[in-house]
């Protein structure tokens, strides 16, 4: 995943790079929306019914009502767990379409009219879609930081040192979390089904604690978490491992020679028996280390994208229950001689 501008809150400063795109989209909305907005009656009537279906992907729960309140998410990771929560009393759809990278994400025209006719909008926060602010100063719509509430954890190298590390998701603690978050911003939207928010919400925080429960009971003391980029510190915490990456978060340069030989000392060091690497990277530098510590490269890992139907993470909790097995597959004590 390419990364934008983190910063301490989602209304801070500019990143140390100038951010790709963000021009560009700015320009896009101030030229493109009127006129999208002016054509989007045309559009509609001259498609099907079932036009208005976003070409990104919903990621539903049920079959929620046609003429229910819409929620908009930036990416489809946080589309499925809102979805989730939300049941089928609320549409929720997703800017990005699943695989797609969130951080270099350009909007396009029809985009900008899913903003503008939303509901509600939900974004991650923690510094992850800076691209998504200028689209939020005009915004009527609530917005929500799904992770308002989360205790960060800052970078510790690089670039982006000191900066919080965006992917907090990949918690089970945090996550639980974005679902209070989801539930209690449902409820405002829709205060009748509050209860069933809650309990769709607390229903998958039990589904999380199980997932994070059984997978520390399988997880040695000494266990460490190597990948390529350090999207895991945050389940790194929940399990009580130890973590190490090629580089801190995804970037223009990765996979340096100091940093594969920087990854191959910690592998060799703590005798790790496998690494890891992320569906949207290229693997090859964590392939090097590999082949050059003799561990195991396993994998790869989902982070920032759900699966299209039919793939093997189509959700939230399928994604971190794929990771998590994963994982202890190849680092827990069965696994080991």
Known sequence: MTFLGMAKSVAGPPGPRPLPGSLRAGALRAVVLPLALAGLAALTSCSAPDATVPSHGSATAGAPAADGPVVLTTFSVLASLV??????????????KP????????????????????????????????????????????????????????????????????????????????????????????????????????????ELDALVADAAARLPDDAALVTCEGAFSYLARDLGLREHSL?????????????????????????VPAVFCETTVDDGAQRHVAEATG???????YVDSISPPGGPVPDFVSLLRHDLELITDALGTEARP
């Open 83 to 96: 979805q989730t929560v939300a049941g089928d009393r609320v549409e929720v759809i997703s800017l990005t």
């Open 247 to 271: 580089w801190p978060v995804n970037s223009d340069v990765e996979g340096t020679p100091r940093q594969i030989e920087a990854q191959i000392d910690f592998v060799r060091t703590h005798d």
């Open 295 to 301: 561990a195991e490269l396993a994998g790869p890992l």
């Open 99 to 206: 695989g797609v990278e969130i951080h270099g994400y350009e909007p396009t025209p029809s985009d900008l009219v899913r903003l503008e006719e939303a509901d509600m909008v939900l974004d991650n926060g923690l510094g992850l879609e800076r691209w998504f602010e200028q689209f939020t100063e005009t915004l009527e719509a609530e917005r929500v930081i799904l992770s308002a509430g989360v205790e960060p954890i800052d970078i510790a190298q690089g670039e982006y040192s000191g900066r919080p590390n965006p992917h907090a998701w990949m918690a089970p603690s945090a996550a639980a979390v974005y679902a209070d978050n989801a539930a209690e911003a449902l409820a405002r939207l829709s205060p009748r089904d509050a209860d069933y928010f809650r309990a769709n919400a607390d229903r998958l925080k039990g």
